[in-house]
């Protein structure tokens, strides 16, 4: 299984950028590999975080659409996940909140993969980011 972080999807849909095409190439490679690919609803809030703060409200749609349609599944949240975060986070500052949830739904849920443009996650322990 491999965790979509939500900057893929939102390379994706967004405006041209060297990681476009990277996200796009590598998401057809997992596809054609028969790869499980999951996500988070994190993923789905930071999505709606991002383009709201930035006024594209017209790009939350599409990158649902993005992300839902590339997915097996999306986990969801729990009490459990936000307190394994807290841990997480007290021994890895190098992360950021919400990618210490990422870390915490992929454990619970015996992920080790990630498909993130995110380099914060090359620190963690038992996480590979996949990078191409």
Excluded: C, W
């Amino acid at each position: 299984m491999i965790l979509i972080d939500s900057n893929v999807p939102m390379y994706l849909v967004g405006a041209d950028h060297p990681h476009k095409t990277d996200a796009q190439r590598r998401l057809e490679r997992l596809a054609l590999d028969n790869r499980r690919l999951v996500s988070d609803a994190e993923v789905l809030q930071e999505i709606l975080h991002r383009y709201v703060a930035i006024g594209r409200l017209d790009a939350i749609h599409p990158a649902f659409e993005a992300l839902l349609g590339a997915v097996d599944d999306v986990f969801p949240l729990t009490v459990g996940n936000v307190t394994s975060a807290r841990e997480i986070l007290l021994a890895s500052p190098v992360l950021s909140a919400r990618d210490a949830i990422h870390v915490a739904v992929m454990r619970q849920h015996g992920v080790e993969e990630i498909l993130s443009f995110d380099r914060a996650f090359d620190d963690i322990s038992g996480i590979r980011r996949i990078t191409g």
